[in-house]
């Protein structure tokens, strides 16, 4: 098993361009989720999914979309990015409630 | 919703001594509690948790931690610290039956000195 893989591994993006994070897992997990990584503040959850075709909001979802078409694939998109989104994001992934979450390696970045 | 406190965000310790890092959590609900572990430039690792049961967890690499409803507590010990424990540490809590809506600590910063 390949695990979570996120793509890709930076990112540098200009104001106002949009953009995919893309994540997959091989797992068969259905559950799904996006964080992103500040100093200073831990992981915040962006958004996450229960299983293909159902989404929810987390603690911080302004400015990012997601969709579940398939149980392994996760993007995360941003329409308009903003210098605010510069950050380290990470999906992750688990089999059920109660299962561990597992983590991608993450994608960094860079909004000028 | 829930949330987490990590009371220090630098800990420095010397090789082989013992190390205690707190975290306190707020929720409504019952919880599931969780400590990551993260070494740099690499995604998070499951160190260990607490779902029901036992409150004293034990994790991987000599970690435990002690579920304290009353003190809705979960600190995280290791009786004698490596040079590789060197990482940084989260914290997080669940609702209970959500385990996706995770919340995190802001992070202990374990450094561990020869």
């Known amino acids: 098993n390949a695990g979570v893989t996120q793509t890709p591994k930076f990112q540098v993006l200009k104001t106002g361009q949009s953009m995919t994070l893309q994540c997959a897992q091989d797992?068969?997990?259905?559950?799904m989720s996006w964080y992103r990584q500040d100093p200073g503040m831990g992981l915040r959850l962006i958004h996450y999914?229960?299983?293909?075709?159902?989404?929810d909001q987390g603690e911080v979802p302004n400015g990012y979309n997601v969709s579940r078409s398939t149980t392994e694939d996760f993007p995360l998109r941003l329409l308009s990015a903003a210098p605010s989104q510069t950050s380290v994001y990470f999906c992750?992934?688990?089999?059920?409630?109660?299962?561990?979450?597992?983590f991608g390696p993450g994608t960094r970045l860079t909004v000028l | 919703a829930q949330s987490v406190t990590q009371l220090d965000s630098q800990v420095p310790v010397f090789e082989e001594a013992p190390v205690e890092l707190r975290c306190n959590y707020s929720?409504?609900?019952?919880?599931?509690l969780f400590w990551y572990v993260q070494y740099p430039n690499q995604g998070l690792q499951l160190l260990l948790k607490y779902l029901s049961g036992s409150t004293l967890v034990k994790g991987i690499n000599g970690f435990e931690a002690e579920f304290n409803k009353s003190q809705t507590s979960f600190h995280l010990r290791k009786p004698s610290v490596h040079i590789s424990d060197t990482a940084e540490y989260f914290c997080a809590v669940s609702a209970l039956y959500n385990n996706n809506d995770m919340r995190f600590g802001a992070g202990t910063r374990l450094t561990v000195k020869p």
């Open positions: 797992m068969n997990h259905e559950y």
């Open positions: 999914s229960v299983g293909a075709g159902i989404t």
């Open positions: 929720s409504s609900v019952s919880v599931y």
């Open positions: 992750a992934s688990s089999y059920n409630r109660e299962d561990t979450q597992y």
